[in-house]
């Protein structure tokens, strides 16, 4: 019998993660490099183009390795869904690096399988539980940071203490556009922006 391919999948949530480490094991585990597919995104949806292109590419006996089962989806239903295609559907063996117990090599028998199974529901479910736990707190720390007056995100730019009379010669046509925003030293939707409040104070 013809001997599969082994894969290996990294997925980090945001662009700033480091995949070193994923890549690390993987490369430990013996994957050639050229078979370890890699997604960098924070990803609204399941849309991964390198997860995807390996898909296609997986045939039955062939070899995935994942470091942890949450590499597979955000939440506890999106993790037993590619299992589910993963093992059933294509027939491919997955080994869980960071769980030994999810490797489905082992355990070919009805209680191995049951017994993996079983800790796949386990684990992604208190996977998910630990994300939404994180999410909690960090909107918990959030509020409160607000309500002590910490202000987020990048500080507005500050204008000139003679920005009206800029705007009133400006609107009388004094001078242009382009001066004006030379003058306050600010962008285009800045200059707008706090044309607005200064509208509405009026």
Known sequence: MKKGIEYGYVRVSSMEQNVSRQITAMLNAGIRKENIYVDKQTGKDFHRQNYEKMLSLLQSGDL???????????????????????????????CVIDMPLLDTRNGKDLMG???????????????????????????????????????????????????????????????????????????????????RKLSYKG
């Open 64 to 94: 995935l390795y994942i470091v942890s089962i949450d590499r597979l989806g955000r939440n506890y239903v999106e993790v037993q869904e590619q299992w589910r295609i993963l093992t059933k559907e294509i027939g491919v063996d997955i």
């Open 113 to 195: 399988t049951f017994i993996a199974d079983l800790v796949l529901q386990i684990l992604s479910f208190v996977a998910e539980s630990e994300r939404e736990n994180i999410h909690r707190r960090q909107e918990e720390g959030i509020a409160a940071a607000k309500k002590n007056g910490v202000r987020f995100g990048r500080p507005e730019a500050s204008i000139p203490k003679n920005f009206e009379t800029i705007v009133c010669r400006w609107k009388n046509k004094e001078i242009t556009l382009k001066e004006a925003l030379r003058k306050c030293k600010i962008s285009k939707s800045t200059f707008y922006r706090r044309l």
